[in-house]
DNA sequence: ATTATCTATAGATCTATAGATAATGC
DNA sequence: ATTATCTATAGATCTATAGATAATGC
């Protein structure tokens, strides 16, 4: 593999594991057993590190928020949808972390980010018009749709962070497993429960329950 | 006023204009004009500075969180909790955004936030039985309701970062303005449109409309 | 010839403390 | 006497570059 490859990927590994805050270029070098300097002639600094990273999340998220809308979408589809969200949030985990700094630091980065935003902002909703064409949820206001997917949107994207700080109070060695990130999909589900059709409200009770968060009791409030 | 509450005071503003990761014990000093040594008389470092300011974001969250559950809660409350609540994030809004970081660093805050977080979920739940016992919404399975209060707190403490990084693209400098952040109160209400009651349903669209956000149009999608 | 890599280092911070000096409160 | 403040600085990083050296591709 390409050292510029190596770097990219051995970045991601550290920013993910101990944030980006903490990890330097010198971090990164160490970790490589590159020098300093050999990291500085492929990258000229850290922010076009991540920049590269981005790039590939974008890709990955693209990817698989491709919703056709040749044909309705049935359950599947949305527990596809959610799953994948979720493991692209689970692979670039650090990145949502420190979202603001990092847009702050680098302009393209902001840019091109807000333009993301707002293709899955149009996912969502395409995923729930699809969803309404199959006859999943009742069809709503696009107003509200909008209103909703917004929500949805916020759910996804800061659920890792209410795990991180409100879970786990003393171990802080105790790392987020997958598993529990996928905990998220039970929140995001509970969003939809008001505006299931009447014959996809147990399916649907019955798909959230399998992301139900199995926990000591104590975990959060009342669950 | 003494100096330590001066470094208090000029740490909160600085770190709310600029983020905390940018602003240094140096720039605290520098800012209020007295040397750094005369700031390490007062404060150990600079996570002892942020957990005074946590600890005075905890009293105002708190004191305005006293839910009396000896009466039912009508519109007015709801409100009242709404605004108090993003008025607080407004004056403390550094907080939410360094969140991982600053736990990471200090365990104390680590714990006390823990602590904190579950005392606003139980806050919101108590909000949701009251509006119950008054007939604004309808009565709730309490797993649901843990659900929900759980999604109007992910809600309400990441709709300053959405509006941040979303938000205006190429003007970096233009800061966010409280009436912005309080277009949240206008997805939080979003989350409880299914769960009014028929009664209640048109006072509670109209409130929600105070806060709609008045954007050009392209701000976000489909709004 | 060009590309990749290393060594060494300048320059910029930042944190935190030691030790001196000034101000304040009995 | 005690509390508050300042000056000066050690020590630890980190970023980023210059310049030398090694490896690779025609």
Redesign the pocket.
Known sequence: M??RDKIILASLDLFNEQGERNV????IAAYL??????L???F???SDIIYEIFLEYEKLVDYYLQIPDDRPLRLEDLTFYLESVFDGLWSYRFFHRDLEFLLDSDPRLRIDYRAFTNRCLEAIQKIFEGLTAGGVIVAQDPSLRAAMSLNVWLVITNWMAFLKTAHGAVDLSSNLSLTELKQGIYQVLTLEIPYLTPEYREPVMTLREKYRPALPGDEWVGV
Do not use: F
């Open positions: 390409k050292t330097t270029t010198n971090h057993a590159i020098s300093p300097g050999n500085y002639y492929h000229r600094n850290k």
